[in-house]
């Protein structure tokens, strides 16, 4: 059932796409909705701030997959993931994964660019089926149904040139070419080849969960690093203005109860950190403040990033939390 529904919603998503011209940038982070294909994070800046000796076990957001392949990367074999938005899994488990057990280092980039630079409809259905053959039973079924039905879709269309399927179902929000820069997988040829020989034996699993039951459906879990990327930012959501210093507490509080001792939680991801002072908020929508966290809620400042096409730097932070039990 859970196959048919995200078969169905994602043709409803071309499908009106198509039928508007028009895609759609809005992210709502839940059902199936556009995904984060690519990073817009420093995730190699702050995972080569952490020690991993010794460290076998992670729970991180799946979003486009980014946080678990670099994980991988850094000697993790087992990795639980989670997000609200059940596309996710289909785009980072199944069509990602299996990017990287097909493609050497250059041929993924390649692909990569194909991707969001504009493959023609051909050229871009005939490599998902290609990458199908590698995929998992479930997805495999997925990506093979989607793919004809947007080719079947778009190509009887006479009048207008299709519409990439890529942007339609996922988003990149920076500059392309600082990608090899964010993640530890992708920084060169050893290290993508690295995780080439290792994902087949990882273990990389999936559940649907909001932050808010992350303990409750983790719980019977110790793990060494909890990454949680900004999605605390949007806490206001469920909160209101009650998403306060006490709040974080109590859901510091849950997450412990999954960690294991000297585990590392990564709070949350602070965009433009350069920008930010002693009295701008930890948490977007929150009543947080920078000033408002302990000794142990550490906020770090990442390497910058040069974005090669407009010739600035990113300057971003993290908020972590060490645990000590």
């Not at 074999?77 to 596309?87: A, G, K, M, P, S």
């Not at 859901?251 to 294991?260: H, V």
Request: net charge negative.
């Amino acid at each position: 059932m859970a196959l048919e529904d995200a078969i169905s919603q994602t043709k409803n998503m071309i499908n009106t796409a198509v039928l508007e011209r028009k895609i759609d940038s809005n992210l709502k982070f839940n059902g199936y909705q556009k995904v984060y294909f690519y990073t817009n994070e420093n995730i190699k800046g702050y995972l080569d701030l952490l020690n991993f000796q010794a460290k076998s076990k992670a729970l991180t957001v799946l979003s486009g997959g980014d946080q678990a392949f670099s994980l991988i990367s850094k000697g993790i074999r087992d990795i639980h993931t989670f997000d609200i938005n059940l596309l996710t899994e289909y785009l980072a488990l199944g069509l990602k994964r299996a990017m990287i057990l097909k493609y050497d280092y250059a041929k993924y980039l390649e692909v990569l660019n194909c991707f969001y630079d504009g493959c023609s409809i051909d050229d871009l259905t005939s490599i998902i089926m290609d990458l199908s053959l590698l995929m998992d039973f479930r997805y495999r079924q997925f990506w093979q149904e989607i793919a004809n039905y947007n080719y079947q879709l778009q190509n009887n269309i006479k009048y207008y040139s299709p519409l990439n399927l890529m942007d339609i179902l996922s988003c990149g929000a920076f500059d392309y070419s600082t990608i090899t820069k964010r993640v530890n997988y992708l920084e060169s040829y050893d290290a993508y080849e690295l995780v080439r020989e290792r994902i087949a034996n990882v273990n990389i699993t999936f559940q649907v969960s909001n932050i808010l039951d992350v303990a409750t459906n983790f719980d019977n879990n110790q793990y060494d690093f909890i990454l949680m990327s900004n999605i605390l930012d949007y806490l206001d959501t469920y909160y209101g203005s009650g998403w306060d210093k006490a709040k974080l507490l109590e859901l510091e509080e849950e997450l412990m109860s999954i960690a294991s001792n000297e585990a590392v939680i990564l709070l949350n991801y602070l965009f433009a950190f350069k920008k930010i002072n002693g009295k701008t908020r930890a948490f977007r929508g929150s009543g947080i403040t920078i000033k408002d966290l302990t000794d142990e809620e550490v906020k770090i400042y990442l390497d910058p990033i040069s974005l090669e096409k407009s010739f600035t730097k990113v300057y971003d932070g993290i908020i972590l939390k060490r645990v000590k039990k």
